[in-house]
């Protein structure tokens, strides 16, 4: 595994850190992007060096399925799906094509408004 190689030529370097440690820093970033999409949350994360991460399409396709399916409803709190609801009308406002400028409150106008 590359963390082991990484640790192999850095431990000279931070000798109080043993294996594990280093392991759990390497991951972190991936185990904080796994949290947020986890979660519910449909907004991009950037990871310094490694780029912007976004949720993809078919993420949002399956969930606006699942919100149209009944027994999905059912099966959840009433405030859950509220909160997905949300979550889906503020990726569309941010996702939209049109002219729209939209800022993290959901207030959008357009550029001609400006």
């Known amino acids: ?55 993809s399409k078919a993420r949002v396709k399956r969930l606006r399925k699942l919100l149209d399916t009944p027994s999905y409803i059912s099966t959840y709190p009433k405030s859950k799906v509220e909160e997905l609801t949300n979550k889906l009308k503020e990726y569309d406002i941010r996702h939209s094509e049109s002219d729209q400028v939209c800022t993290k409150d959901i207030e959008c106008t357009t550029d001609r408004d400006s």
Do not use: W
């Open 1 to 55: 595994m590359k963390i082991r190689e990484f640790y192999e030529t850095v431990s000279d370097k931070f000798p109080s850190l043993n294996y594990e440690q280093v392991e759990a820093i390497c991951l972190s970033p991936f185990k904080y992007l796994k949290f947020v999409f986890n979660e519910g949350s449909l907004d991009s994360v950037r990871i310094k060096h490694l780029g912007v991460f976004k949720v």
